[in-house]
């Protein structure tokens, strides 16, 4: 089912591609065998999205970032956010969908959700590219997932929440980490743990020595973890968020430019308009437009 969102982009409630009563609390398909795959369109969804593409070629957007498409990849797309991909030849693999409340009885505490950051928007990339022979190793546990629903016996869930769980605890171990090169587990600790204050407070919070002390650290220590880490400082990620959800606002609502720039709390409209064109390349009027026309 399909919930349009203002203007153009569809939001899909549930997923029911297997047809089954369950599905919108967690389904499985093979890519080849759904014709509505891939979507080529802008479009968001309200549960957690993993392709699994055993063979596929093209490109995926998502949060107006574009990722190649090739064989041997896993995407993880968050509830809430902007995708569309498209493949140049008929792609082949799963698609899992699952709402937050199966996530959630996995992962009971909100720290535990953080582990895995390709499921979260604090996340450093959304897309794992495999090698054959890692891809190859992992495909069992979702063909014994794919059985499991397909049986439709008693106590699957709980049976394809384990395999769920194994199958992204291993995606985690061949997630590459960023400690090498000064990238400290302390320094990515308090990466990690600023970059989830920010999706938390960045229309609350002011300046940055209000994510230091609500962190314990000084504002010289965040920053010079970020620049460690990411190559950035505390106000540039701040900012990028802010301009992420400029373009989530103006792409996918009716409200002006100036309602969006007051949301965002910049309370003067033409510093808004030049800090989004700082960013971005475009003022928020021709960025609306070229979102409007790619949904055409």
């Known amino acids: 089912m399909t919930v349009p969102m203002a203007p153009d982009f569809p939001v899909f ?63 993880f797309v968050s509830p809430g956010q902007l995708h569309a991909w ?18 959630v009885q996995m992962f009971p505490r909100s ?15 959304p897309v794992l590219y495999m090698d054959q022979a890692q891809h190859d190793q992992l495909l069992p546990l979702l063909v014994e997932m794919e059985n499991e629903v397909l049986s439709r016996g008693d106590g699957r869930l709980d049976i394809v929440r384990s395999y769920l769980l194994v199958l992204l605890t291993r995606l ?30 960045y229309l609350d919070f002011g300046p940055v020595r209000d994510y230091a002390e609500k962190l314990h650290v000084t504002e010289r220590q965040l920053n010079d973890a970020l620049k460690r880490t990411l ?30 720039a007051y949301q965002l ?13 700082k960013h971005t390349q475009f003022t928020p009027g021709e960025f609306k437009k070229r979102m409007s026309d790619a949904t055409k």
């Open 111 to 125: 720290d535990d959700i953080a582990q895995f950051p390709f499921f979260h928007i604090a996340r450093d990339t």
């Open 231 to 260: 190559g950035k400082t505390a106000g540039q990620l701040v900012q990028e968020r802010m301009v992420l959800e400029a373009k989530r606002l103006l792409s996918n609502t009716d409200l002006s430019v100036a309602e969006i």
């Open 172 to 201: 985690r171990r061949l997630y590459p980490e960023r400690h090498a090169d000064g990238m400290s587990p302390q320094n990515y600790s308090l990466t990690k743990r600023y970059k989830l204050l920010i999706e938390q407070h």
């Open 13 to 75: 409630d549930r997923s029911d591609f297997s047809g089954e009563a369950t599905a919108s609390y967690f389904d499985l398909v093979r890519l080849q065998d759904n014709p509505e795959i891939p979507r080529a369109f802008p479009h968001r969804h309200n549960y957690y999205h993993l392709l699994w593409m055993t063979e596929a070629a093209g490109t995926h957007m998502l949060d107006f970032e574009s990722f190649p498409v090739r064989s041997n990849t896993v995407f």
């Open 86 to 103: 498209n493949s140049t030849v008929r792609p082949k693999g799963y698609v899992i969908n699952f709402s937050t409340e199966f996530f």
């Open 265 to 277: 709390n910049f309370e003067d409209f033409a510093y808004f308009c030049r800090f989004f064109k």
